[in-house]
């Protein structure tokens, strides 16, 4: 058996984050392909995240509900704030009837001082406790029932406390990995996903 009839042919939805485009999950989306899994990378706009997470979110539900059929369940990884925008869609928008597994790379769960760099909605939306967040997460434990797993490092510089990145809910990964960006792009990162979603998921 192939490893793509083993893993059933299963989607894997990758989210980027702010001012980043689909190019960033190159790495990753061509392991997970040779993993047999097949890979969309939705381009959400606009980058800066100025709209607001929310909006992100049903952009998000709208690309899906035009990329997979009605009822077809899928993965979802989102790094740093796309984690965020994932996680939105899961609890608010429905997606917790659809998503396997949910993993964020280097997400804000309970924000980030950056944050306060730009004055838009979304970042107002990223800073710690925003009433966006505060409500997010009261309903975290909503998130056991998709897999979640967050992977995030001590190091991050750009999240602020890097300690923000944990959620005490589902499974928790540190990598030593200083510079954003590359909790995205490293070895490490794009196997441990990899490894992660290839697991055998409890029986529904």
Not at 90 to 115: F, K
Not at 130 to 154: C, H, K, Q, T, Y
Request: net charge positive; proline share 6%; with cysteine.
């Amino acid at each position: 058996m192939t490893e793509a009839e083993e893993n059933g042919g299963r989607t894997v939805v990758l989210v980027h984050g702010i001012f980043d485009t689909p190019r960033l999950f190159r790495r990753m989306a061509r392991h997970l392909n040779g993993l047999g899994f097949r890979t969309l990378v939705p381009q959400l706009t606009p980058r800066s995240a100025a709209c607001g997470l929310d909006v992100l979110a049903a952009r998000l539900r709208e690309y899906l509900e035009e990329q997979l059929a009605a009822g077809e369940r899928f993965d979802l990884v989102g790094f740093s704030i796309g984690g965020l925008v994932s996680r939105y869609y899961t609890q608010r928008l429905g997606g917790v009837e659809r998503v396997r597994r949910l993993i964020t790379i280097a997400s804000p769960h309970h924000g980030t001082w950056t944050a306060y760099a730009l004055p838009n909605r979304g970042c107002r939306q990223m800073r710690p406790r925003s009433e966006f967040l505060l409500d997010l997460n009261r309903e975290a434990a909503m998130l056991e029932r998709v897999g979640f797993v967050s992977i995030w490092s001590p190091m991050d510089l750009m999240i602020v406390p890097a300690r923000s990145s944990r959620m005490g809910v589902g499974e928790e990964f540190t990598l030593p990995v200083p510079i954003h960006p590359l909790l995205a792009v490293s070895r490490h990162s794009v196997e441990l996903v990899g490894r992660l979603l290839k697991e055998e998921m409890p029986a529904e």
